[in-house]
């Protein structure tokens, strides 16, 4: 049954160019996450006043052009708040070129870079977005979303590395 699943959720992933890409903003080509014991985390902290979403812009070669905000999503975090969030150490990451049915499954690991953005939760607008750092050169990062973010200006950030923050 879970062969099934995962079957049927590679095949369904698709994109519409015939270059190798990320399908639609709202959807996801990451086929799998994996965690080691003690992952690098990244503390999110939100000053704005509304739900902002975390995602992740993956350093995978050869590069793929990625939906919206990314492709992996790390989570939510409220308004004026903060959280910790557990980075993958891997990510499985499947493409398919719809006009040729090339498929092919790319591995990112957190030895590689990531950009983390932060999208308006209610209109998945793109709001902040940091530069792209390497999970793995510190235990822990810290980034904050300002309140001043807008739509119309997406404000560019620097992730910094920090202590190791509890999941």
């Known amino acids: ?13 698709g994109c519409s ?5 990320a399908t639609s903003p709202g959807s996801s080509n990451v086929v799998a996450e ?9 503390l999110v902290t939100n000053a704005a006043t509304i739900q902002l979403l975390a995602k992740a ?21 409220g308004p004026s708040a903060s959280d910790c969030i557990a980075i993958p150490d891997t990510v499985l990451v499947f493409v398919t ?18 950009a983390v953005s932060a999208l308006d939760s209610a209109t998945v607008t793109e709001r902040a977005q940091s ?17 001043s973010s807008s739509p119309s ?9 920090a202590a190791r923050c509890v999941p």
């Open 97 to 114: 070129n719809v006009t040729t049915g090339h498929r092919d499954t790319m591995v990112w690991t957190s030895a590689r870079g990531l």
């Open 153 to 161: 200006q997406v404000s560019e950030l620097t992730a910094a590395p």
């Open 131 to 147: 530069q792209s750092f390497v999970p793995s050169a510190a235990a822990g990062w810290s980034i904050t979303f300002p309140s």
């Open 57 to 77: 812009y993956l350093s995978v070669s050869p590069p793929l052009p990625q939906p919206l905000g990314g492709m992996l999503v790390l989570g939510s975090v």
């Open 1 to 13: 049954m879970r062969t099934a699943i995962l079957a049927l959720a590679l095949a369904t992933v």
């Open 34 to 42: 994996r965690f080691s014991a003690a992952p690098s985390t990244i």
């Open 17 to 21: 160019s015939t270059a190798p890409r």
